[in-house]
């Protein structure tokens, strides 16, 4: 969260991918690494983890604002 407030999108990114393996994230980690990657224009991966993060916590209505936002860009 210090590297994002930060802007530091490249290394909050690394950070939490290295600390956390795909099938231990939890939604909001999902959230993080794709605002981490629309942040830097990956947006291929943001909205995969959008979408890993809505299907875990569907009720949650920022993460499909952020989707949305990726697919309007896309």
Not at 22 to 27: A, L, Y
């Amino acid at each position: 969260d210090k590297l994002m407030s930060k802007g530091r999108f490249k290394q909050a990114l690394e950070f939490i991918e290295k600390e956390n393996k795909p099938e231990q994230r939890m939604p909001g980690e999902w959230y993080k690494i794709g605002f981490a990657s629309e942040k830097l224009e990956m947006y291929e991966k943001a909205l995969s983890c959008y979408l890993s993060a809505i299907r875990m916590s569907d009720n949650y209505y920022d993460y499909q604002i952020a989707a949305a936002r990726v697919y309007n860009i896309l």
